[in-house]
C-alpha cells in the first residue's frame, strides 16, 4: 500500500533529542527552541518567531492578542480547518465566510470587501496546499479598513507570494507541526509577528499571562500574573527534533517539489475540462510541494476513484467538508454572498500521495491507475 503521508524523519532527530536528555533541559524556552525561533526569524525574515505547541493554539494567541470580543466579526473561508474558526469562537466572534476561487481553493480576494462590517476585526486567509492567497490585495482591504491580517500558514512554511516568504506578510501568521506537515515534530507551532506591537504581549500570552520572559531577559526582578495566557510554550523535546527537520528544509522541500512536478506531468495529458483537473498556480506564488490534489467532476467520481485506487494499493485523501455546514459552523457563522464554488469544489478534490521520499514509481504507479480509471 502506498500511503497517503509518511511523516518526515530525517535520521538526525535521534541525535538532537539525545542531546536534550544530556544537558537534561526539557521545559520550553532552552536552546533549541532558540536555534528554532532564530532559524524562522532568519530564513523567513520575520520580527519575531514564537514556537508554541500548535497552529491552532498560535491562531488562539492571534485572537487574544487582538482582543476579540462577543460580537466581533472574522472574514475567513469556510473550506479550511477547524482550528482557523474555532480560535475566534473561543473568543466570542462571529464568522463571515467568503467563497474561495476554484483554481487555487484559497478564498477569493475579490469578495472580501463586500464581507466587511463596521465589526469585522480581522481578515485570516489560509494558503490552501501552500499556495499564496492574493496578499496585496488583502493587505491593501486591511489598510484601507483599519483590519488586522492573521495568515494562517500551516501549510504553507518556505512558500512565497512575489519576493516574500508566506507568514512575514500580514500583521500575524501561524504555522503547524503537525505531523503532518512539511515540517514536524508530532504537535507544534509557530506565531509570526510582523507587527512588533504585538510582541511583548505575545509573549506574556504564552507564558500563562505573566511577564516571565522578561524576568528570564533580566530586564525585571520578578515576575508576575500581568493578563490572560495560557501554557503555549513547545517542549524542548519537540523543538529537538524539528530543528534538524528545519536546517534541511531546502532539500525536504525539493524532494517534495520533484514528486510534485512528476504527478503534475505524468497527468497533464489527460486534463480534461471538469473531468479531470489539476491545480493551478498563480503567477505571484512559489508553493512548497506540500498536496498534490486533482478534482473530478463531482463527488460521486470522487468516491469511485478513491476506492479505485485504494483497491490498487494507493490511498488518497479528500480534504475540509466546508465548515458553514456543521452544526458549530451554522451557529457562530454566516456565509456571505453565495457559495457558489466552497461545496462543489471541496467535493470534487482527492489528495494523492505527498510526502518526502515518495518513490517516482510510486507516482508513476499512481498516475497510470488514474488514466486508465478515466480510459485516457
Ligand atoms: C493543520 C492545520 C491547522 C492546525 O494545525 P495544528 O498544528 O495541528 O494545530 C490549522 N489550519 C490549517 C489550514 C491546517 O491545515
Redesign the pocket.
Known amino acids: 500500500m502506498i500511503p497517503f503521508n509518511k511523516p518526515l524523519i530525517t535520521g538526525e532527530e535521534d541525535a538532537y533529542i539525545r542531546k536534550t536528555m544530556e544537558t537534561g533541559r526539557f521545559a520550553g524556552d532552552g536552546p533549541f527552541t532558540e536555534l528554532c525561533s532564530r532559524w524562522l526569524e532568519d530564513t523567513l525574515g520575520c520580527s519575531r518567531a514564537l514556537l508554541t505547541t500548535?497552529?491552532?493554539?498560535a491562531?488562539e494567541m492571534a485572537a487574544i492578542l487582538l482582543d476579540i470580543a462577543e460580537g466581533d466579526e472574522i472574514i475567513v473561508p469556510s473550506f479550511?480547518?477547524v482550528?482557523?474558526a474555532n480560535a475566534f469562537v473561543l473568543r466570542g466572534a462571529k464568522l463571515v465566510f467568503v467563497d474561495i476561487r476554484p483554481d487555487t481553493m484559497n478564498m477569493n480576494e475579490m469578495l472580501i470587501e463586500k464581507a466587511i462590517t463596521h465589526r469585522t476585526k480581522a481578515i485570516v486567509p489560509?494558503h490552501?496546499a501552500g499556495v499564496s492567497c492574493e496578499m496585496d490585495m488583502i493587505m491593501k482591504l486591511a489598510h484601507q479598513y483599519n483590519l488586522i491580517v492573521i495568515e494562517?500558514a500551516?501549510?504553507a512554511l518556505m512558500s512565497k507570494y512575489r519576493d516574500k516568504y508566506v507568514g512575514t506578510i500580514g500583521h500575524l501568521s501561524?504555522f503547524?507541526?503537525?505531523e503532518?506537515?512539511n515540517y514536524h515534530c508530532g504537535?507544534?507551532?509557530a506565531l509570526i509577528i510582523n507587527d512588533v506591537r504585538f510582541v511583548e504581549r505575545a509573549e506574556v500570552i504564552r507564558e500563562k499571562g505573566t511577564n516571565r520572559t522578561r524576568y528570564l531577559q533580566g530586564s525585571i526582578d520578578k515576575y508576575t500574573w500581568i493578563d490572560i495566557g495560557s501554557s503555549y510554550l513547545l517542549s524542548e523535546l519537540n523543538a529537538a527534533f524539528l530543528y534538524p527537520q528545519l536546517l534541511l528544509a531546502d532539500s525536504i522541500q525539493a524532494d517534495r517539489l520533484r514528486s510534485w512536478h512528476t504527478y503534475y506531468h505524468a497527468l497533464e495529458e489527460c486534463m480534461h475540462d471538469n473531468k479531470l483537473m489539476l491545480p493551478a498556480i498563480p503567477g505571484d506564488a512559489k508553493h512548497n510541494g506540500h498536496i498534490f490534489y486533482v478534482k473530478v467532476e463531482n463527488q460521486a467520481v470522487r468516491n469511485g476513484i478513491m476506492s479505485y485506487l485504494k483497491q490498487n494499493g494507493v490511498s488518497t485523501a479528500f480534504h475540509y467538508v466546508p465548515l458553514h455546514s456543521s452544526a458549530m459552523g451554522r451557529r457562530y457563522g454566516t456565509f456571505n454572498g453565495a457559495d457558489i464554488h466552497t461545496t462543489t469544489e471541496s467535493e470534487r478534490i482527492v489528495r494523492l500521495p505527498m510526502y518526502f521520499g515518495l518513490q517516482q514509481e510510486d507516482i508513476h504507479y499512481t498516475a497510470r491507475l488514474i488514466k486508465q480509471y478515466f480510459s485516457v
Do not use: I, N, P, Q
Open positions: 500548535s497552529c491552532t493554539h491562531l479550511t480547518f482550528s482557523t489560509v490552501y494562517d500551516a501549510h501561524c503547524s507541526f503537525h503532518s506537515k504537535e507544534g507551532g
